[in-house]
């Protein structure tokens, strides 16, 4: 098949969208797919609106006989990808990993609302979160909409009032357990975009406060390459996650495959799926993650969360997820 791939980000740029469409081109060429892969490049310097159009025009020949186009996220590359499909009619896949209209409402006030409750709050909107939303209710009609967890496609079914029969979930990849490398300290790894989503602020307050009772914490902060980071989680003592939402963190995956146990938010896809082997707090309560980064700093919880991690044994590979992706274009799920 002849797949085009529109993604914002690619490889030398860091952040889990660009891993997964490296990943995902890398496991559909090797089963013998031909790939083309349509990057904004310069295109990124324009104004929104103008840079979309001209990416839309950057993209739309390649779809031409084209089997289909995977499109790796709902708006900066869904937009100009549901125009291609709109004029080419090549069958369209949007891949939904997070909310663009939740992350960009948290940046431009501040307030810290959760995902779940963010489409329960329509009052609050903006017209920027009216406009995007109606917009990317169009785009969504256009396509099979692939989500990356169940917890996510619940929330955007009604609120979207998206079609059962266009939507699916395909989860991301969980890899093969590495060697567990025994902490040599109390490393707390919080890697991660410097934005409000990611709850920086409130976070490190508690850890500060934590640090009080258990002073061989030590926390890690910053923001590095992916293939670094994975090498960094091999020798950690744990993760964190405290987003305020945060729907598929790979971090997550990241660290049970290196046998290390995690805080995470309660707003995640993963916190009632992974909930056994690490600990949920909730994000906008310091005290509640206190009480999650003091669990784990406790040696007998430590020990019982590693113990559960070893024995967690699914594996899901690139291969798989191609697999699930060219079954989705081909109308058999």
């Known amino acids: 098949m002849k797949i085009v791939v529109a993604t914002g980000i690619y490889p030398p740029e860091v952040g889990g969208p660009s891993t ?65 499909h ?22 431009r006030t501040g307030d810290l609302l959760p995902l779940p409750e963010f489409y329960q709050h329509r009052e609050k909107w903006g017209m920027k979160e009216k406009i995007t939303f109606a917009i990317t209710r169009w785009i969504l009609q256009q396509a099979i909409v692939v989500f990356n967890t169940q917890w996510l496609l619940d929330l955007w079914h009604n609120a979207y009032r998206l079609e059962e029969k266009r939507i699916r979930v395909i989860e991301n990849a969980v890899g093969i357990p590495r060697d567990v490398v025994p902490a040599r300290q109390k490393n707390f790894l919080f890697y991660s975009r410097q934005i409000a989503l990611k709850n920086a602020p409130a976070f490190k307050r508690a850890f500060a406060a934590a640090k009080q009772e258990y002073p061989d914490v030590r926390l890690e902060e910053g923001m590095i390459p992916h293939a ?32 290390k146990p995690f805080l995470l938010t309660k707003h995640s896809g993963y916190a009632e799926r992974f909930r056994d082997y690490g600990v949920i707090v909730d994000p906008l309560d310091e005290t509640d993650m206190v009480r999650g980064i003091g669990e784990l700093a406790n040696p007998e919880v430590y020990e019982r969360l590693s113990a559960r991690i070893a024995d967690f044994n699914e594996i899901h590979t690139y291969d798989d997820i191609t697999r699930e992706y060219l079954a989705v274009l081909n109308g058999r799920i």
């Open 228 to 259: 670094e980071l994975v090498e960094r989680i091999k020798g950690c003592y744990a993760v964190v996650v405290p987003s305020i939402s945060d729907v598929a963190p790979n971090y997550i995956l990241d660290a049970m495959r290196a046998g």
């Open 86 to 107: 709109f004029i080419s009619r090549t069958p369209l896949i949007v891949r939904v990993g997070g909310d663009f209209i939740w992350e960009q409402y948290l940046e």
């Open 20 to 84: 997964y469409a490296a990943n995902l081109v890398e496991a559909l060429e090797s089963q013998g797919h031909k790939v083309s892969v349509v990057l904004y490049g310069t295109l990124k310097k324009w104004p929104t609106g103008l840079r979309h159009l001209l990416y839309a025009i950057k993209l739309i020949p390649r779809t031409f006989f084209a089997d289909g186009i995977i499109a790796f996220d709902t708006y900066s590359v869904g937009l100009p990808a549901a125009l291609a």
